[in-house]
């Protein structure tokens, strides 16, 4: 059972806490409390093992593909986490005996996994186990973990064997050769493994300390090796009240590491390096090498961030730092050849594939908050147009066209094809998102012209950016289908964001973005003209410019653009979607577990209802926002809110903003409570498969460019603040073109503090101000943006 207020004095609203073991329910915590730094991912599995558990660790950027009917997905690499315990010789479980005052749960502040509890054996001996653990921030290859055991009653004999545990698969799917396995001196433990596919060597190093009441003890281990497996065994005497404490830590080295894309690159001495980390680090001590993880998860995320959410209900402060937690562990921000995956580093759904996740739902608080980390995440995509120009060739089209789900970016489309089970036929369903979900090109685009706007990196654009937002818009211009009786161009056959609607003609959500992508790319192309010229000449050879522009100013003028209907301003999310049935989904709408419409349809039959999975106009609304009024706005959230299910963890937050843009107060707060509850909620196995990247996006955009009305229009800063009732005040850091801002506001004032000499205009609910030093602003809220 989830708990959420058991942090105290300095940690409180800082501890995630589970308060009862379940062996049913361990995906639960196993992934919203899973630990990492963006180079690796560990979920939070209990040392001792379970039948249902699912113990992973990911090294993103490692992907490997099994055999030519799978697409490729990041490894499950060897499992360092294992501890076989016995206590007088009978293996210690959960499951057996009783267990008293258990609990596991996450720090938020320290990154760090505790794990606590009295256990009964069965032969009425009483122990106190008390585990701890952490990925380090400040040395990305390096897992601490450290057991503390102390016989409460009577003398015991306590045995484990812990090690490198390389039968570790994905489902079933073996993505490694077995390679070396080593000891040395009885103590340094070292496993190589390597992909089977993309040949990437990944090398292991473990070592352990062993103390009694805090002294250190040698006891001579028994070693162990077996297949894919290597492994020592300890074993010792505790008397009542004698503690004994084992420190393992770990260091993890791979080739895909970024230096070896520039500096050669040999087993061998990759095998010297690693193994060297762990020595260092086992010189200084776990409790040293604990110490340096927090300092750098202080230095480079909350002292960095700067949030304080008051609020009467403390778990909302919790939730955005859950929020930022996470945003920080699943971000590869060390190496730009590396998304971040729908799930994170924290299971293997989705298979470590990036999504447009990415760009509208996580990008933009990096972009406010730490720009360098969006800019990697940008020259990801930047890399990944490789992959991209290969899809659009093999589809026939011109230009840049992304793929719907991204790994390595030289792979192109990795989207799987046969997804769950059609509840009709029995057979497999297709996934069409591979193919025909094609927004994801131009909202890569508007990553680009977000990141530009508000941090004005001129030089990004001019080595990166203006070439993805060129060849992109190339990319829609010869995807465009001419309607010779209606005289316009027209996108049909797609996806758009709900996905419970294929092969549908004139997406709006698609057409707006094309056409955004595209306008943007000839204002581009005019301002370099005039301005810098040579961009224009170095890009030329290679995207055929000249050509491109004339095709964009040809076909941008008729594009068609769904438009508000006369009767009612309800703009058509699609050609058809406005004529198919309505039916009642109250019952869908009260669901407490996302996809219940399919106990009762298949996808085809929903894709004949007025039923949306998740936001799809409502996106528009806030991404492009002053291409709409508000009247529009309104109209179409009362028309699209009732019918969308959310069951997709991308809608909530969205329909949060724009219900609070709309002055819907309590409705905004309650889909925003509902969307950090994706994962913080009570249900205990909507995140067996990993967290929900986008939400937890989503949950900083509700509370920033929603609650906080931080936003970028037409590259200017407007902060329109609208808390919710019950809070006090909020405050943060943001970035805007090159300098920090802190932020502050109430219900009726808006502090700014710029750097010293940073002058810069803003609007404030309609009004413009110059700001400058700290400045006050007492602003009067309006309920519809103006
Ligand atoms: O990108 C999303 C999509 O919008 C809905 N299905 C899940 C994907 C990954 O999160």
Request: glycine share 6%; aromatic share 12%; hydrophobic share 35%.
């Amino acid at each position: 059972m989830m708990n959420y207020d058991l942090g105290k004095g300095k940690y409180a609203n800082w501890v995630v806490s589970d308060v009862s073991f379940s062996a049913d329910t361990l995906g639960k915590t196993e992934s919203i409390m899973y630990l990492g730094n963006g180079y690796m991912g560990l979920r939070s599995v209990a040392e001792e093992p379970y039948l249902e558990e699912t113990r992973n660790l990911f090294v993103a950027g490692t992907f490997n593909k099994f055999d030519r009917n799978e697409v490729t997905e990041l490894p499950n690499i060897a499992d360092i986490t294992r501890v076989n315990i016995t206590i007088d010789g009978e293996r210690f479980s959960l499951e057996f005996g009783s267990v008293k005052n258990y609990v596991k749960q996450l720090n938020l502040k320290t990154a760090e996994l505790i794990r606590s509890f009295e256990w009964k054996s069965p032969k009425g001996k009483e122990l106190r186990f008390n585990f701890r653990r952490f990925v380090s921030l400040d040395n990305l290859h390096l897992i601490g973990m450290k057991m503390e055991v102390e016989s409460l009653t009577h003398p015991v004999s306590i045995g484990f064997d812990s090690g490198i545990d390389s039968q570790m698969t994905n489902s079933g799917v073996q993505h490694f050769h077995e390679g070396d396995k080593r000891i040395f001196d009885k103590k340094f433990i070292q496993l190589v493994q390597t992909t089977t596919e993309s040949k990437v060597d990944v090398v292991l190093n473990t070592a352990h300390e062993l103390s009694v009441n805090g002294i250190k003890v040698d006891v001579e281990p028994i070693m162990g090796m077996d297949r894919r497996k290597v492994w020592l065994q300890y074993s010792l005497d505790l008397q009542p009240g004698d503690t004994l404490a084992m420190e393992k830590l770990t260091t993890i080295h791979t080739s895909r590491d970024k230096e070896y894309a520039a500096q050669e690159y040999q087993l061998e001495l990759l095998r010297e390096k690693s193994m060297e980390n762990l020595r260092t680090a086992s010189l200084k001590g776990y409790e040293n090498v604990y110490k340096e993880h927090v300092a750098a998860w202080d230095a480079k995320v909350w002292n960095k961030y700067n949030f304080t959410v008051n609020s009467e209900d403390p778990f909302d402060a919790l939730a955005l730092r859950f929020a930022i937690y996470h945003l920080t562990v699943m971000t590869p921000a060390h190496d730009e050849r590396m998304g971040i995956g729908a799930k994170a580093l924290s299971g293997e759904g989705y298979k470590g594939h990036s999504f447009w996740d990415t760009e509208v739902f996580i990008i933009p608080f990096f972009i406010y908050s730490n720009p360098e980390v969006a800019k990697s995440l940008l020259k990801y995509r930047y890399h990944g147009l490789v992959g991209a120009r290969k899809k659009a060739a093999e589809n026939g089209y011109e230009g840049t066209m992304y793929p719907w789900e991204a790994a390595w970016p030289t792979d192109g489309e990795v989207t799987p094809i046969w997804g769950a089970v059609d509840i009709v036929t029995g057979k497999q369903t297709k996934i069409w998102s591979g193919f025909i979900e094609q927004h994801i090109t131009a909202d890569i685009a508007f990553a680009v012209w977000q990141y530009y706007k508000i941090t004005n990196d001129q030089e990004f654009m001019n080595l990166y950016g203006y070439e993805i937002i060129f060849d992109t818009a190339s990319f829609w211009a010869s995807r465009l289908e001419w309607n010779e009786q209606k005289q316009e161009y027209q996108i049909n056959n797609v996806v758009g964001p709900d996905e419970y609607k294929e092969h549908v003609d004139n997406n709006a959500f698609t057409n707006h973005m094309a056409h955004f992508n595209i306008s943007l790319a000839m204002k581009y192309y005019e301002e370099l003209k005039g301005k810098n010229p040579e961009i224009l000449e170095g890009l030329e050879s290679k995207l055929k410019l000249t050509d491109s522009y004339k095709s964009w100013e040809e076909k941008l003028e008729k594009i068609y653009l769904p438009q508000p209907r006369k009767e009612d301003m309800v703009i058509p999310q699609d050609d058809t979607y406005l004529n198919k049935r309505v039916i009642d989904l109250e019952k869908y709408k009260n669901q407490s577990k996302v996809g219940t419409l399919f106990n009762d349809y298949n996808l085809e039959q929903v894709n004949e209802i007025q039923v949306s999975k998740q936001a799809d106009i409502m996106i528009l609304f806030l991404i492009l926002e002053n291409r709409f009024s508000p009247e529009v706005k309104q109209a179409n959230f009362d028309y699209y809110e009732p019918k969308t299910l959310h069951d997709s963890s991308l809608s909530l937050s969205t329909h949060a903003i724009l219900a609070n843009d709309l002055g819907r107060e309590e409705l905004a707060y309650s889909l925003f409570r509902r969307a950090t509850e994706i994962d913080l909620g009570p249900a205990m196995n909507s995140s067996d498969h990993g967290v929900h990247a986008a939400s937890l996006g989503g949950i900083w955009q509700s509370v920033v460019l929603g609650f906080g009305g931080v936003r970028m229009v037409d590259g200017k800063l407007r902060i329109n603040p609208r808390l919710p009732k019950h809070w006090k005040d909020l405050s943060f850091t943001i970035n805007w073109q090159g300098s920090k801002l802190q932020l502050h506001m109430d219900h009726s004032t808006l502090t700014i503090t710029t750097e010293k000499e940073v002058s810069l205009i803003i609007e404030v609910f309609g009004q413009k101000y110059e700001v400058t030093g700290e400045t006050k602003i007492n602003y009067k809220k309006q309920n519809v943006e103006v």
